[in-house]
């Protein structure tokens, strides 16, 4: 545990890319309209597994740099195409000359990173002279299937110097690299840092999610009572983060709580142990009392075991009127980029004052005790709980606030 609140850090600038859309403003409209981005997959040709995903278009045909050409893969170019939305990297530029370069640290959370370039070199072995088969010639491991690939090719597209760093967690990667971030500021490695996540599709998740039976063959429906499993997405999500003193007003990470379940190598604690402790740390860090927060974002993934022990560990802390959902319904899981995407989910919710639906539930299963939303709702949101509970027990809550809260 913590022994009391932190100071916060300001969040100056965010972005985000998922299968809604490209950019703040189409994530922002979809997720208002209650419109969702999951689609029956069609991913690298698959015809053989039956499911939804969260698929962006329009990578392969992206324009990637000439010198960056050992860094890409699916992964990169999909970092590469958030990095490029709602100016962004001239708010990273803007802090670099602040700060100095070599003052702005860069956090990236990631599941898989690149490792679908090596499923299609993996498709394209060929013998050499000796009859050996070998991978393919421009095939770079370290630039793409490597987990630090996609936060050192961040790092040289925004031109910074600072402390570098991937976070592979799981689904607690990208919301983990905020307590990163906060750690290192106060320690004085660094006056801000660029945090996000970033995962794409590969053949990996998609049949080994589905060889543990935790795929839908339907479209996700997260806490319904006919949940089948989840969807998985692909998603790329960035902020800005830096001192509390930066700017009086903008958004707040409050605080942060982690804990690890230490059970069991897939399945979460049955009780939720290790997802309170994240939740109340993450609240005391804050300052904050339990009824203070005015919506949580779930990580409500829509497989059996997750929903259930979640929502039980919500209501062991919170008042049963809190409002929550989870957005996975929209995008799909987005697995080591979830945390970033719920994130920026939370900090859009805050700005309009707005709580989302869960999309696609259509009769919240009676073992859920927590108070679900089924339908959208407005009204004053000023302080928002972000959960996000890895595979393997990995958790991490975000508590984070507008301006004046």
């Known amino acids: 545990m913590t022994s009391g609140p932190i100071n916060p850090l300001a969040i100056t600038d965010y972005t985000l890319t998922t299968a809604l859309g490209v950019g703040l403003e189409r994530n922002w409209s979809q997720l208002s309209a209650g419109k969702g981005g999951l689609r029956p997959c069609t991913f690298a040709g698959i015809d053989d597994l039956e499911t939804w995903v969260g698929e962006i278009d329009g990578l392969d045909a992206l324009d990637f740099p000439r010198e960056q050409q050992s860094y890409d893969c699916r992964n990169n170019r999909l970092a590469l195409l958030g990095l490029g939305q709602d100016g962004f990297t001239g708010a990273v530029s803007a802090a670099a000359a602040r700060y100095g370069a070599e003052r702005v640290a860069v956090f990236i959370g990631t599941s898989t990173s690149g490792i679908h370039e090596t499923e299609l070199a993996y498709r394209s072995l060929a013998p050499d002279n000796s009859g050996l088969e070998r991978l393919p010639a421009d095939y770079c491991y370290e630039g793409s299937h490597n987990t630090y690939s996609v936060a050192e090719f961040v790092r040289r597209t925004l031109g910074l110097r600072g402390p570098c760093s991937a976070v592979s967690t799981a689904c607690s990667s990208s919301a983990k690299v905020f307590a ?81 379940d230490a059970f069991h190598m897939s399945s979460p604690h049955p009780e939720g142990d290790g997802a309170v402790i994240a939740m109340k740390t993450a609240l005391e860090r804050s300052g904050l009392s339990f009824g203070s927060i005015d919506y949580i974002n779930l990580h409500g993934t829509g497989t059996r075991g997750n929903d259930t022990v979640e929502a039980a560990a919500v209501c062991r802390i919170f008042p049963a009127d809190t409002p929550c959902s989870s957005t996975k319904g929209f995008t799909g899981h987005t697995l080591g980029a979830a945390g970033i995407v719920e994130a920026v989910f939370a900090l859009q919710c805050i700005e309009h004052d707005f709580m989302p639906e869960t999309l696609n539930t259509r009769r919240v299963d009676p073992d859920i005790r927590a108070c679900v939303l089924l339908q959208s709702r407005s009204g004053a949101v000023s302080r928002v709980l972000s959960n996000s509970f890895g595979f393997g027990g990995s958790n991490c809550s975000l508590v984070l606030s507008g301006s004046d809260a």
């Open 180 to 260: 990163c971030a906060h750690r290192a500021i106060a320690a004085g490695f660094c006056d801000a840092a660029v945090v996000g996540g970033v995962d794409t599709l590969c053949l990996t998740t998609l049949y080994g999610f589905h060889s543990l039976q935790l795929v839908a063959s339907d479209i996700c429906r997260p806490s319904d009572s006919g949940r089948e499993g989840l969807s998985i997405g692909e998603a790329a999500g960035f902020a800005l983060v830096e001192r509390g003193d930066a700017t009086p007003r903008g958004m707040r990470l409050l605080g942060y709580g982690e804990s690890s």
